[in-house]
């Protein structure tokens, strides 16, 4: 199995990916992580010797006007850039894991009909992925009061994904 993990920004996002991932590569399959230049995946990903894909992207809450419109024009490249890495991994399954590098990842999957999931480690679902949990299959969420946040027959409770 081939799966693409998006997300982090920082360690409450990247790491459950991580724990992912290490579970996918025990069970034989490829992992690729897509994330951004600034993010603590930028560091993390390749000290653990994986591939991370780029993509240019920046969060547009709570950065003023002018953060929001730089955001905004951003996004179009970001979906440029989320389609080749798309295409040139073929995942099996896209698993976006919070932080606004997750967003044009899992949206260009499902606009692509590759399966799509999100994990969902907090009670309080950020805008991405409460964004993001209208488009994908399911929700991978750790605490029961999320049913609310996302359509009730996406949610499964899985838990916080931790490395052994």
């Known amino acids: 199995m ?7 920004g920082t360690g409450g996002h990247l790491f459950p990916g991580v724990a992912l ?3 996918v590569l025990a069970a034989g399959g490829e992992v690729r992580f897509v994330g951004t230049e600034r993010g603590i995946e930028a560091r993390v990903i390749p000290e653990l010797g994986w591939t991370l894909d780029r993509i240019e992207v920046s969060g547009i809450k709570g950065r003023g006007v002018r953060g929001l419109i730089s955001g905004l024009l951003r996004l179009p ?3 440029l850039q989320s389609r080749r890495i798309i295409a040139g991994f073929d995942p099996d399954v896209v698993v976006g894991v919070g932080g606004y590098a997750s967003g044009p990842i899992v ?3 499902w606009l692509m009909r590759r399966p799509t999931a999100i994990l969902e480690q907090n009670s309080v679902p950020g805008i991405t992925n409460r964004i993001l949990g209208r488009l994908v299959r399911k929700v991978f969420a750790t605490f029961p009061d999320v ?3 996302f359509p009730a027959r996406k949610v499964v409770l899985a838990g916080n994904p931790i490395r052994a």
Request: proline letters at 0%; charged letters at 20%.
């Open 21 to 23: 991932a290490e579970q």
């Open 147 to 149: 049913h609310g946040r």
């Open 107 to 109: 949206a260009t999957a």
């Open 2 to 8: 081939r799966v693409m993990i998006a997300g982090g």
């Open 77 to 79: 490249k970001a979906w």
